[in-house]
């Protein structure tokens, strides 16, 4: 069984930084992407950013610049580092990862529980 657990969210003003963290367990054989996505209220889940195992990284136009993205390999953990948040970036923030474990034969994606992100104005 393969659990994402994240942490980091919290509260915090305008212009202000958070850092998410979101580690993979369980019996894991290989990971490939890893990614984080966010949901506001009433709004579709978006990707924010993903990191591929090679380290290739893509971004959120709505975000590149302030947030950066990184992976620690040989602990199966992604962060997401938030600079110069705005109001906008509220949202639940979910941890994503394609996931070959020892019970599949192919890459399966999971999902964390979602960590709250409130940015006051």
């Known amino acids: 069984q393969v659990q994402l657990v994240e942490s980091g969210g919290g509260l915090v003003q305008a212009g202000g930084s958070l850092r998410l963290s979101c580690a993979a367990s369980?019996?894991?054989?290989?990971?490939?992407?890893m990614g984080w996505y966010r949901q506001a209220p009433g709004k579709q889940r978006e990707l924010v950013a993903t990191?591929?195992?090679?380290?290739?990284?893509n971004y959120a136009d709505s975000v590149k610049g302030r947030f950066t993205i990184s992976r620690e390999y040989a602990k199966n953990t992604v962060y997401l580092q938030m600079n110069n948040l705005k109001p906008e970036d509220t949202a639940v923030y979910y941890c994503?990862?394609?996931?070959?474990?020892?019970?599949?034969?192919?890459?399966?994606?999971?999902w964390g529980q979602g960590t709250q992100v409130t940015v006051s104005s």
């Open positions: 369980g019996s894991i054989r290989s990971i490939n992407a």
């Open positions: 990191i591929f195992s090679g380290g290739r990284t």
């Open positions: 994503n990862a394609d996931i070959l474990s020892g019970a599949t034969i192919t890459y399966i994606g999971y």
